[in-house]
């Protein structure tokens, strides 16, 4: 299984992003799947997932009604838009694939994850 993220970069206070994950065929059909972050000095937190049905979603407080988590099942990708971003919102982004077809947001229930891509939000 393969997850490759995109879409990271340099944007101000109050911009947007939009980070893509490419998985591996039939990965995004079949697991629940998830975006996870990591500042400098911090664990590792949970952002957004979806469950396997496409239809279900789960945001952390911290970004609730600004990031929104999609998929494609047809291209395999998964996706975080990210509204009104603030400088706290500055990490590594990861995608990353559940073990099982339900969200979590403990990251020891993820087997599979991508490399990560950085995303600073200046002030």
């Known amino acids: 299984v393969q997850l490759v993220e995109s879409g990271g970069g340099l944007v101000q206070a109050g911009g947007s992003l939009r980070l893509s994950c490419a998985a591996s065929a039939r990965t995004v059909r079949d697991y629940a799947m998830g975006w996870f972050r990591q500042a400098p000095g911090k664990e590792r937190e949970f952002v957004a997932a979806?469950?396997?049905?496409?239809?279900?979603?789960y945001y952390a407080d911290s970004v609730k009604d600004r990031f929104t988590i999609s998929r494609d099942v047809a291209k395999n990708v998964v996706g975080l838009y990210m509204n009104s971003l603030k400088p706290e919102d500055t990490a590594v982004y990861y995608c990353?694939?559940?073990?099982?077809?339900?969200?979590?947001?403990?990251?020891?229930?993820?087997?599979?994850w991508g490399q990560g891509t950085q995303v600073t939000v200046s002030s």
């Open positions: 990353a694939r559940c073990r099982g077809n339900y969200y979590s947001d403990d990251a020891r229930e993820y087997d599979y």
């Open positions: 979806v469950n396997w049905n496409g239809v279900n979603t």
